[in-house]
């Protein structure tokens, strides 16, 4: 069980479209939902948490006009990355957790290239 | 405020050795610690974690973790690695469950065969 998925694994696009990164619960409800942007060779970072029916909480420098995040139901979220450039290329991850756990439970993640 | 350190970033270990892997962290309160694994272009995998009770918890894959509250350490051990073994390992550290986790910057982890 507490399967997390993401949509699509991999996109290219280039500067300055949108693009939209899907993350569903899969057997679960997930009440929140997590999303972390991780860089080459470096560790996982916390954007922002969403909870379901609430606009999300983002971190301290992350830009909230330019990443969009909607957590409409209790097994999606997705991320929107607004008029995209270069530099936001990265690997996105969704995290998921649901009434009661603790343990948050990861998506495969999805490796974006701005071109 | 929280914050995890992994003070090793590369690991090399030969396959059938042993393997420790360290973590410390700061948190004001009792953490709940985690390891997570992350194999290239994946995401990330829950190895084990401690929330409460006994110190030494178990894992999937063989793996184990101790936590020292007096050195504030939960350091990740495994008596035998095998070649599978090779990936990123990320130690994180949260509050009660409705707080963020937060992740160490990762150790690397290579076998030799």
């Known amino acids: 069980g507490a399967v997390v998925s993401q949509h699509p694994s991999r996109v290219i696009c280039k500067s300055g479209t949108s693009v939209k990164i899907e993350c569903r619960s899969l057997d679960f409800q997930a009440t929140t939902m997590f999303w972390y942007r991780q860089f080459p060779k470096q560790s996982l970072m916390l954007m922002a948490t969403?909870?379901?029916?609430?606009?999300?909480?983002?971190e301290q420098g992350v830009e909230k006009d330019k990443f969009l995040i909607n957590h409409a139901s209790l097994t999606l979220s997705t991320l929107t990355v607004t008029s995209a450039h270069p530099e936001d290329s990265s690997f996105y991850i969704c995290?998921?957790?649901?009434?009661?756990?603790?343990?948050?439970?990861f998506g495969p993640g999805t490796r974006l290239l701005v071109l | 405020a929280q914050s995890v350190t992994q003070p090793d970033i590369h690991i090399t270990v030969s396959e059938g050795a042993s393997l420790e892997l360290r973590c410390n962290y700061s948190y004001g309160a009792t953490p709940y610690l985690f390891w997570y694994v992350q194999s290239p272009g994946q995401g990330l995998q829950l190895l084990l974690k401690y929330f409460s009770g006994d110190t030494l918890v178990q894992g999937i894959k063989g793996f184990e973790a101790e936590f020292k509250r007096s050195q504030s350490s939960f350091n990740l051990r495994k008596p035998s690695v095998h070649w599978s073994d090779a990936a990123e390992y990320f130690c994180?550290?949260?509050?009660?469950?409705?707080?963020?986790?937060?992740f160490g910057k990762g150790t690397r982890l290579h076998i030799l065969p």
């Open positions: 995290s998921a957790r649901g009434p009661g756990q603790e343990t948050q439970y």
């Open positions: 994180a550290v949260g509050g009660d469950r409705d707080d963020k986790i937060i």
């Open positions: 969403s909870n379901e029916g609430s606009k999300a909480t983002y």
